[in-house]
């Protein structure tokens, strides 16, 4: 199977990575965590999992996911607090229907949000 490298900034180190993977989800996507209640927008995606080993050991062996799939950085809310998540493919499904995500540093990266999602600021996409 052909591979590349991507620097992981969470992982601090070179992170080696199949040569396709297929990300489901994109940059101004809203998403829904399938087990916990939280939503995000995305704003950066890993092809595989680049967190740090001890990142990746504190979740609980039963619900652990593969590390060989995209992951995704996201802006987050639940009912009581806006933070930055790191979390699966597998553990994220589509929720641009449930409206926008109210954290404070969307307005940072993106514009409106329409149609179920972000668009990127366009300060961003040059």
Same mark, same amino acid.
């Not at 965590?33 to 995305?42: E, L, Q, S």
């Given at each position: $199977?052909?591979?590349?490298?991507?620097?992981?900034?969470?992982?601090?180190? *070179?992170?080696?990575?199949?040569?396709?993977? *297929?990300?489901?989800?994109?940059?101004? +996507?809203?998403?829904?965590?399938?087990?916990?209640?939280?939503?995000?927008?995305?704003?950066?995606?890993?092809?595989?999992?680049?967190?740090? +080993?001890?990142?990746?050991?504190?979740?609980?062996?039963?619900?652990?996911?593969?590390?060989?799939?995209?992951?995704?950085?996201?802006?987050?809310?639940?009912?009581?607090?806006?933070?930055?998540?790191?979390?699966?493919?597998?553990?994220?499904?589509?929720?641009?229907?449930?409206g926008p995500v109210?954290?404070?540093?969307?307005?940072?990266?993106?514009?409106?949000?329409?149609?179920?999602?972000?668009?990127?600021?366009?300060? $961003?996409?040059?």
């Amino acid at each position: $199977m052909d591979r590349s490298t991507f620097f992981s900034p969470q992982a601090g180190r *070179r992170i080696d990575t199949p040569a396709r993977t *297929r990300a489901r989800f994109g940059i101004g +996507d809203v998403v829904r965590h399938r087990i916990y209640d939280f939503r995000g927008v995305i704003f950066d995606i890993d092809p595989v999992f680049a967190n740090s +080993d001890e990142w990746y050991e504190s979740i609980p062996k039963e619900l652990r996911p593969v590390r060989e799939q995209p992951f995704y950085h996201l802006f987050a809310e639940n009912g009581e607090s806006s933070y930055i998540a790191y979390v699966s493919q597998q553990n994220l499904t589509e929720d641009g229907e449930a409206g926008p995500v109210d954290h404070p540093n969307v307005a940072e990266l993106f514009e409106e949000f329409d149609k179920g999602r972000y668009r990127l600021c366009r300060s $961003m996409t040059h």
